[in-house]
């Protein structure tokens, strides 16, 4: 579905874990047949995840009908029995006549203080409708969901849901606005200018965060690689997606940059606190003598788990990988913990010549001086000849023992001196 991979560029999708004997009539009524399979599963998963981790009863209502909106959006609610699922009375009822153009999302009084009509307005005039208006119905649902889910997210974390109520009720609060489906103004490059080339890839990310907080949605942007450029070119990318993560990289501690090779130059990652695992790392390259962010290579190998969290997709090829060689990963991809490397050094052969790929900041090879693309002429006056017989030699040096490495660095031979890590 095109509106999950919009997501994950900007890094706010939850993963969708499809859970099996699930009942969608016990919530969704698709009168006028507007999602398809695929689309109510994916929607049936989100509404058990906001049931199960958030404790909110979640209805979907698509129905072309005669009458006011929000009165027939509250009968709805009360009839479909929203929010009696949950435990503490909060109810959600989105409701979408498609005859009338009209979208209405009602909320319980369990949840009025988190989602406040004004929220609800946003959400849907800034997250639904911008994909409504492309007649991507199915993605403008899942896309408002999404926010939904984190909204709750974030309220549970600020404990900020009220005092649990006896049951559902709804006294009006939420907000309808026109769906405008299928009313889209064709996309054009010329709304928003241009950011400045970076000359770092800390620049990159700077100016990208920046042009999401001023809703630039050039797929042109100059801190775009060129498959990044041909990815955006016809996606929707709304005004809360880029709220969103602009606010949500604020939160972020200081970030890393390490740098490592590539066939076609090179590459960095940008990445932050292992504990912040909602902060998602940046993989960017070179191209045109300028660093660029690489969101489709994001969005192929980086996704999101239930909690906003981010893991790594094994089943892609990651020339990446040298960004996180000292963290350890689970087996579906989620970084545990920093694995503490004697010697936090890893090399490469590339021909008959062998070179530094990563070198651990502060650590053992870090404090000899290596650095990132060193070629390595000699060890203790032993030549060097491949990778394996460098791991060999860190493995096989005795804790403290005097170490002289021969190096060639921009066309000069240096010579490091230093001792072996316990």
């Known amino acids: 579905m095109h509106g999950r991979i919009r997501l994950l560029v900007l890094g706010i999708m939850p993963a969708l874990f499809l859970l099996t004997g699930c009942d969608n009539r016990q919530w969704l009524n698709d009168e006028e047949e507007f999602l398809s399979k695929a689309a109510s599963e994916q929607l049936n998963t989100q509404n058990h995840y906001l049931?199960?981790?958030?404790?909110?009863?979640?209805?979907?209502?698509?129905?072309?009908?005669?009458?006011?909106?929000?009165?027939?959006?509250?009968?709805?609610?009360?009839?479909?029995?929203?929010?009696?699922?949950?435990?503490?009375?909060?109810?959600?009822?989105?409701?979408?006549?498609?005859?009338?153009?009209?979208?209405?999302?009602?909320?319980?009084?369990?949840?009025?203080?988190?989602?406040?009509?004004?929220?609800?307005?946003?959400?849907?005039?800034?997250?639904?409708?911008?994909?409504?208006?492309?007649?991507?119905?199915?993605?403008?649902?899942?896309?408002?969901?999404?926010?939904?889910?984190?909204?709750?997210?974030?309220?549970?974390?600020?404990?900020?849901?009220?005092?649990?109520?006896?049951?559902?009720?709804?006294?009006?609060?939420?907000?309808?606005?026109?769906?405008?489906?299928?009313?889209?103004?064709?996309?054009?490059a010329g709304g928003h200018d241009n950011v400045s080339t970076a000359t770092t890839p800390e620049q990159a990310v700077q100016h990208y965060l920046a042009a999401m907080a001023a809703h630039n949605d050039r797929p042109d942007l100059s801190i775009y690689t060129n498959n990044t450029r041909d990815m955006l070119a016809d996606w929707v990318i709304t005004p809360a997606q880029m709220d969103n993560l602009a606010s949500s990289y604020q939160q972020c501690g200081p970030a890393q940059t390490l740098l490592?090779?590539?066939?076609?130059?090179?590459?960095?990652?940008?990445?932050?606190?292992?504990?912040?695992?909602?902060?998602?790392?940046?993989?960017?390259?070179?191209?045109?003598?300028?660093?660029?962010?690489?969101?489709?290579?994001?969005?192929?190998?980086?996704?999101?788990?239930?909690?906003?969290?981010?893991?790594?997709?094994?089943?892609?090829?990651?020339?990446?990988?040298?960004?996180?060689?000292?963290?350890?990963?689970?087996?579906?991809?989620?970084?545990?913990?920093?694995?503490?490397?004697?010697?936090?050094?890893?090399?490469?052969?590339r021909g008959?010549?062998?070179?530094?790929?990563?070198?651990?900041?502060?650590?053992?090879?870090?404090?000899?001086?290596?650095?990132?693309?060193d070629q390595l002429l000699s060890w203790n006056d032993t030549p060097v000849t491949d990778h394996r017989q460098v791991a060999q030699l860190m493995d096989t040096s005795d804790p403290g023992a005097s170490i002289r490495i021969t190096i060639l660095r921009d066309g000069q031979t240096m010579e490091l001196i230093g001792q072996a890590p316990p």
């Open 352 to 373: 008959d010549n062998t070179f530094v790929r990563w070198v651990g900041e502060g650590a053992a090879a870090d404090r000899l001086g290596l650095r990132y693309e």
């Open 51 to 188: 049931l199960e981790d958030h404790d909110i009863d979640y209805r979907l209502v698509i129905q072309a009908a005669e009458g006011d909106i929000n009165q027939r959006a509250r009968r709805h609610f009360q009839d479909s029995g929203a929010g009696q699922r949950s435990q503490t009375g909060r109810g959600l009822l989105l409701l979408l006549d498609p005859q009338q153009n009209e979208v209405r999302l009602e909320v319980s009084t369990a949840l009025e203080g988190v989602y406040t009509d004004a929220f609800v307005s946003y959400l849907e005039r800034q997250q639904m409708v911008p994909f409504f208006r492309h007649n991507r119905v199915a993605d403008g649902i899942a896309a408002t969901t999404e926010l939904i889910i984190e909204r709750a997210r974030q309220a549970k974390a600020k404990q900020a849901f009220q005092t649990p109520t006896q049951s559902a009720f709804s006294a009006g609060g939420g907000a309808s606005v026109p769906a405008q489906i299928g009313e889209a103004a064709p996309k054009t």
């Open 260 to 349: 490592g090779p590539s066939r076609r130059g090179p590459l960095a990652v940008i990445r932050y606190p292992i504990e912040q695992r909602q902060c998602a790392p940046w993989l960017l390259r070179i191209e045109e003598q300028q660093w660029r962010l690489d969101l489709a290579s994001q969005q192929s190998l980086i996704r999101f788990g239930r909690n906003n969290q981010w893991y790594l997709d094994h089943k892609h090829r990651n020339p990446w990988f040298f960004g996180f060689m000292d963290w350890q990963f689970d087996r579906n991809g989620f970084p545990l913990r920093t694995i503490q490397h004697r010697w936090a050094l890893s090399v490469t052969s």
